[in-house]
């Protein structure tokens, strides 16, 4: 673990999020998984990063631990101005706006701020990496989740097949393993 790395987890240490449980394992855990599937999908170390604070400020569906939007300063200060956008792009993400625009395909894309209910244009750039951000969490999870393996799925397989190579490759994997019946 580099020092950037060691600086990051002790943030979270700090708040406490290894006392905070998510989908059968402490939420630290899920943040640094996710983390290390972006990195070997290899992604960028400001993309890596934003999935180490992926739901930090809380999800649609994860609300067990949410730090104020009124910290955004701070995470951006520790993560990068990106890197963070990315983060509060995740957790402020309207789901369904988000599947009908991945799945669409249409440009520009276009994202829906659940908490404000903007919504705006991303680059391309910026929502590719959403993307990556987004559908990493969930294959990290999915096994484990109590939403089941259907949640989503064609949201999530047409974020797959947007991004393609690993992301394309981590998806079939992940649901290769899903039970039958």
């Not at 999020?17 to 290390?36: M, P, S």
């Not at 994860?62 to 200060?77: A, H």
């Not at 919504?119 to 989740?145: G, T």
């Amino acid at each position: 673990m580099d020092r950037d790395d060691k600086r990051l987890t002790e943030y979270l240490l700090n708040l406490g999020v290894n006392a905070v449980g998510h989908t059968q394992k402490t939420y630290l855990g899920h943040l640094l998984a996710v983390e290390r599937l972006l990195e070997a999908a290899g992604c960028p170390r400001g993309v890596c990063h934003s999935g180490l604070f992926h739901s930090i400020y809380g999800t649609e569906l994860f609300q067990g631990f949410t730090l104020p939007l009124e910290k955004r300063d701070e995470i951006r200060e520790l993560v990068g101005e990106r890197a963070e956008r990315l983060a509060y792009l995740n957790c402020a993400m309207d789901r369904p706006f988000f599947d009908r625009v991945v799945q669409e395909g249409a440009a520009p894309a276009r994202f829906r701020d659940r908490l404000t209910g903007e919504e705006v244009v991303l680059q391309a750039e910026d929502f590719d990496d959403l993307c990556r951000v987004h559908l990493f969490d969930w294959l990290e999870q999915v096994p484990r989740s109590g939403q089941g393996w259907a949640y989503r799925r064609a949201a999530y397989r047409a974020m797959a097949h947007r991004l393609g190579g690993p992301a394309k490759a981590a998806f079939e994997r992940v649901y290769a393993a899903e039970p039958a019946g």
